[in-house]
């Protein structure tokens, strides 16, 4: 069965940072792979997703995610994190393509210092 | 608004009762998806529709059963509920290439 990693629990990154928040996956095959993002008692909002072609995938609020095959990886990243970002971040995939169901990770909380 | 609507957003009730919840996907797409979402199991995977048809089946209680009607609608019936069935439960919607989620039902069991 897949499965979805998310190694991060938490993270802390003071405003205008850097981040990159890791997701590691266990299939078979290529899945698709998304990122989306949970505030405070909202749904989940699509930030990128990843089906085949170029493994550099750029997203919503400035996020882009890379797609690394040899490390099962599907790492996000944003050059500079803005307060409002901060929120849970989740990982999903779905195997065999759309129109099966996701299978998320435990998810990553991202605080922002000021 | 994500095009999938979900009711009530809120809801709570005492243990051992019964209660539905209502989700519309987004226009013209086929496939519901239920999960559930709760501190300690984070978010689980219930059951899937696609078209009226019970397409797929993850961690779903006996207690808890789902439908879809022809309208494309979609109904999650939790029954005998306890304490521990307090959760966020999102209804999702899929075409082609993706996925979309309504809000959530907050349930709360007291």
């Known amino acids: 069965a897949q499965s979805v990693t998310q190694p991060d629990i938490h993270i802390t990154v003071s405003e205008g940072a850097s981040l990159e928040l890791r997701c590691n996956y266990s299939?078979?095959?290529?899945?698709?792979l998304f990122w989306y993002v949970q505030s405070p008692g909202q749904g989940l909002q699509l930030l990128l997703k990843?089906?085949?072609?170029?493994?550099l995938v750029q997203g919503i609020k400035g996020f882009e995610a890379e797609f690394k095959r040899s490390q099962s990886s599907f790492n996000l990243r944003k050059p500079s994190v803005h307060w409002s970002d901060a929120a849970e971040y989740f990982c999903?995939?779905?195997?065999?393509?759309?129109?099966?169901?996701?299978?998320f990770g435990g998810g990553t909380r991202l605080m922002v210092k000021p | 608004d994500s095009g999938v609507t979900q009711t009530p957003k809120h809801l709570i009730t005492a243990t051992g009762q019964r209660v539905t919840l209502r989700c519309s996907p987004r226009?013209?797409?086929?496939?519901v998806y239920w999960y559930q979402q709760s501190l300690d199991q984070g978010l689980q995977f219930l059951i899937q529709?696609?078209?009226?048809?019970?397409?797929a089946k993850g961690n779903i209680l006996e207690r808890f059963s789902a439908q879809q009607f022809p309208d494309l609608h979609s109904e999650l019936n939790l029954s005998s509920l306890e304490l521990g069935d307090s959760a966020l439960y999102f209804c999702?919607?899929?075409?082609?290439?993706?996925?979309?989620f309504g809000s959530g039902t907050r349930l709360t069991v007291v």
């Open positions: 999702a919607s899929s075409r082609q290439y993706g996925y979309t």
């Open positions: 299939y078979g095959a290529t899945p698709y």
């Open positions: 990843y089906f085949s072609g170029d493994t």
């Open positions: 999903a995939v779905a195997p065999g393509g759309a129109g099966n169901m996701l299978t």
């Open positions: 226009s013209g797409d086929l496939s």
């Open positions: 529709y696609y078209n009226g048809e019970e397409r």
